[in-house]
Nanobody, 123 residues
Framework: QVQLVESGGGLVQAGGSLRLSCAASGRSFSAYGMGWFRQALGKEREFVAAISWNGGTTYYADAVKGRFTISRDNAKNTLYLQMNSLKPEDTAVYYC????????????????WGQGTQVTVSS
């Protein structure tokens, strides 16, 4: 069992930056591939970024490539998402998720989810 708690969301102007964190509790954090997803109001949840257990492999959605960076610190059981050059279309609730033993962009392959943190980007 893994519990995930996101933090770091908020209101920011377009062009600004935020860093999201996801604190994991439970055993074997390093055994999980981790990911970030987001869901805007009235839209389906979409993939943002994913990272392998050791950080050696990362995937990004085209919409965030070059602006967002996913990273993890296994010693601290924490996942991060550095978001730069934010745009109003990045406004959404951001969720972190854990997938046992895989690195994946597919939400159905994730086993555990956090409660989400709101990111709002004003124009």
């Amino acid at each position: 069992q893994v519990q995930l708690v996101e933090s770091g969301g908020g209101l920011v102007q377009a062009g600004g930056s935020l860093r999201l964190s996801c604190a994991a509790s439970g055993r074997s954090f390093s055994a999980y591939g981790m990911g970030w997803f987001r869901q805007a109001l009235g839209k389906e949840r979409e993939f943002v970024a994913a990272i392998s257990w050791n950080g050696g492999t990362t995937y990004y959605a085209d919409a965030v490539k070059g602006r967002f960076t996913i990273s993890r610190d296994n010693a601290k059981n924490t996942l991060y998402l550095q978001m730069n050059s934010l745009k109003p279309e990045d406004t959404a609730v951001y969720y972190c998720a854990a997938a046992w033993a895989v690195t994946t962009t597919k939400d159905l392959e994730y086993n555990y989810w956090g409660q989400g943190t709101q990111v709002t980007v004003s124009s």
